[in-house]
């Protein structure tokens, strides 16, 4: 992709000097503040990686809601995320997250059927269960590593519904965060970062592929069978298909769910917060709406044009990168009125968390029914939240979290 003229797109494209492809960005900077200097122009911003690859920046609600939802006029097919930047996503027009409609339309009509409000509420009493039992130390009066905690919880949820054994999720759990944060030293293994995520990516298809070989012959009402069960174009997925999906369903659970709750915890323990949200039950709807919006767990989201399109007066070409930044969006102040408040009681809030038109997360009902769950246990439990130590964050451009957070507290 060459570098871009200003004098092509007939109006101003702006340099951005910050590099936003930086996973310590994220971790150690504050990318807010660059967001809101690129919000504050009258166009998007080129972002140039290197000779041959660039992306436009798209940091307005607006526009994100609109390329979002446009998917004949920015793919899905060719990647997601800024690490496949300039390459095409192997996986594309096989798994669910990277294949645009209608194909995918049909693809995730079972599982948007297995994942709806009604399924997923049939599974409340297994998530509470779970969920109680996650945090059930924090009670024991020493120092709780909430950030650890949280990281782990989705994947009891997902592996329970996806039928994995339990023995397998703190390896499953780990392996799916360094798919998303390899750039961070405390998930690398010994050697470079591209070795530990093709161990990472290597390992959890092998994985997948024993299991969906098994899983043919004794299929069940997990979700594993439910892929294997799903027909489009007048077949069933492919042992490959249904192992790529796999993964992107674990990966989707796992990217999402930890970080609203982290965040909350990091970031407010010692406000008025919990207090105020354990004092009144009925907010649990709202706050866990905030908590996502505030959070904006998936920091970016690739997509290319497929044709020459204006965006914010600025003309894409066809082939152009385009990211998303949902943290942008959602703090986006002529959407979210005093946008960098965290409100409780906010309504409405049509955050971006889960993204928005034929892409939105088809996970969204266990995420939103596992969070309202873990907050209602732990305030019904807990009290006099403290912290006892710095929280961390998780480097990576793609995810938005901390993934230590030392805290203490004491039972009702």
Same mark, same amino acid.
């Given at each position: 992709m060459p570098l871009h003229d200003a004098t092509l797109s007939?109006? %101003?494209?702006?340099? /951005?000097?910050?590099? =936003? /492809?930086?996973? $310590? #960005?994220?971790?150690?900077? &504050?990318?807010?503040?660059?967001? $809101?200097?690129?919000? @504050?122009?009258?166009? =998007?911003s080129w972002h140039q990686v290197d000779d041959q690859r660039g992306f436009w920046s798209v940091v307005h609600f607006a526009e994100t809601d609109y390329v979002l939802r446009n998917t004949t006029l920015f793919t899905s097919e060719r990647g997601t995320m800024l690490e496949l930047l300039g390459m095409d996503d192997p996986a594309g027009g096989q798994q669910l997250a990277v294949t645009d409609p209608p194909r995918h339309t049909i693809m995730q009509a079972r599982l948007k059927k297995a994942l709806a409000v009604k399924a997923v509420d049939r599974q409340r009493e297994m998530i509470r269960e779970l969920v109680s039992e996650l945090i059930e130390p924090i009670g024991d009066g020493g120092v709780f590593d909430w950030g650890q905690a949280m990281l782990v919880m989705p994947m009891s949820v997902t592996g329970t519904m996806m039928g994995l054994p339990p023995e397998d999720w703190p390896w499953l759990s780990r392996l799916t965060t360094i798919c998303i944060a390899a750039d961070d030293p405390e998930y690398q293994d010994e050697g470079s970062r591209s070795a530990t995520l093709e161990m990472a990516h290597r390992e959890l298809f092998a994985y997948f592929q024993d299991l969906v070989r098994f899983r043919r012959d004794n299929v069940g009402d997990d979700l594993i069978s439910t892929l294997i069960k799903t027909r489009f174009d007048g077949r069933h997925m492919s042992p490959g298909e249904i192992v790529s999906n796999c993964y992107s369903l674990l990966l989707g659970a796992n990217v999402t769910t930890?970080? @609203? %709750?982290?965040?909350?915890?990091?970031?407010?323990?010692?406000?008025?917060?919990?207090?105020?949200?354990?004092?009144? %039950?009925?907010?649990?709807?709202?706050?866990? *709406?905030?908590? #996502?919006?505030?959070?904006? %767990? +998936? &920091?970016?989201? #690739?997509?290319? @044009?497929? *044709?020459?399109?204006? +965006?914010?007066?600025?003309?894409?070409?066809?082939?152009?990168?385009?990211?998303?930044?949902?943290?942008?969006? &959602? $703090?986006? *102040?002529? *959407?979210?009125?005093?946008? $960098?408040?965290f409100d409780i009681r906010r309504k409405p809030n049509k955050h971006l968390a889960f993204g928005i038109g034929p892409h939105y997360c088809v996970g969204h009902s266990v995420a939103r029914i596992t969070l309202r769950t873990l907050f209602e246990e732990l305030l019904a439990r807990y009290k006099d939240f403290e912290s006892a130590g710095t929280p961390e964050r998780l480097i990576s451009n793609f995810v938005s979290g901390y993934k230590h957070v030392p805290i203490t507290a004491k039972r009702r």
């Open positions: 007939g109006c %101003p494209v702006h340099a /951005v000097d910050t590099d =936003l /492809v930086d996973p $310590r #960005l994220y971790s150690d900077g &504050n990318a807010h503040e660059v967001w $809101r200097e690129l919000q @504050a122009q009258d166009g =998007l930890p970080h @609203a %709750p982290t965040f909350v915890m990091a970031e407010f323990i010692d406000s008025d917060v919990l207090p105020q949200w354990a004092a009144d %039950p009925e907010v649990g709807t709202t706050a866990v *709406e905030e908590a #996502l919006r505030w959070a904006s %767990p +998936v &920091n970016h989201m #690739l997509r290319y @044009a497929t *044709e020459d399109v204006v +965006v914010r007066g600025t003309t894409i070409a066809a082939g152009d990168a385009v990211v998303v930044w949902i943290g942008a969006a &959602n $703090r986006d *102040e002529t *959407e979210f009125p005093d946008a $960098r408040t």
